[in-house]
């Protein structure tokens, strides 16, 4: 998606920066994106490394790094306030992101994120999955017409799809989230799909517990992708949020 515009931040409405999940790109979002236009700005960046996004030479496949570069990205191209919006271990991600961006910060918004309990048997089937799908992807797939749901995948730097899932899944990692959630300073929306067997709600509100002035959404009905399934829902979901947060009712003052 475009990069926005550089407004000046005392007449802006946050710009919502969407964080996609694990071999996943920013074209996760454009569903939701066209419904919540043109109240609401949603940037999606493709996370390096993903989506054909390059990874800069010196980026290391960390939640941390990851974090640190959407805090930068999130200054370098706006100058308002942002409200982080993640989907799985985009979530986390921006949970690193958010103690960097300060003042900035306006909000966080959590699809499909959870957590903070380690759980080693689990955690090892999932790195072994995830290795083979990126052991065995059938690149030439990319040739084939009607692929594009497969782009992403297949296109995924190894080393950063690799190294950002060994990472989420150590027991160090897991363990802080609790703690990083806790530290917000912002409102947080936590919002979990009712047939989400990826990340199931009874997780998503272990963590969401930990952050101060959080609330929880289970929808009815979604499961793991809910901006796919249905935008419409998570778009008024999103919008009845937002137009309560601080900076959003700032700017609407400024508006009328």
């Not at 903070?116 to 059938?138: D, E, I, M, S």
């Not at 952050?211 to 901006?227: D, I, K, N, S, Y």
Request: proline residues 9%; positive net charge; contains cysteine.
């Amino acid at each position: 998606m475009d990069s926005p515009a550089r407004d000046a931040p005392s007449t802006q409405r946050p710009l919502l920066v969407g964080l996609h999940g694990w071999l996943l790109s920013g074209r996760l979002w454009q569903p939701l994106a066209r419904e919540l236009a043109p109240r609401w700005q949603l940037w999606a960046p493709d996370l390096p490394g993903f989506g054909g996004s390059p990874r800069p030479r010196g980026l290391q496949p960390s939640l941390a790094s990851y974090g640190a570069w959407v805090a930068r990205e999130c200054r370098h191209r706006h100058q308002g306030p942002v409200v982080l919006v993640g989907h799985s271990l985009g979530g986390t991600i921006g949970l690193h992101a958010a103690r960097q961006l300060g003042d900035q910060l306006a909000g966080v918004v959590q699809i499909g994120t959870g957590g903070g309990v380690y759980q080693p048997r689990p955690f090892a089937r999932v790195r072994r999955g995830g290795c083979l799908v990126l052991r065995w992807r059938p690149r030439w797939l990319l040739q084939v017409p009607g692929s594009d749901a497969l782009r992403s995948p297949l296109l995924a730097d190894l080393h950063a799809a690799r190294g950002l899932l060994a990472c989420s899944m150590r027991r160090s990692a897991v363990s802080a989230l609790p703690r990083i959630t806790a530290g917000l300073t912002v409102p947080s929306l936590w919002i979990a799909g009712s047939r989400d067997t990826v990340m199931e709600p009874r997780y998503v509100r272990h963590l969401a517990g930990y952050a101060p002035r959080h609330q929880v959404t289970v929808l009815e009905g979604a499961g793991h992708l809910p901006m796919l399934q249905m935008p419409a829902r998570l778009a008024d979901t999103l919008t009845s949020w937002l137009e309560e947060l601080p900076a959003a009712t700032a700017a609407g003052e400024l508006e009328r």
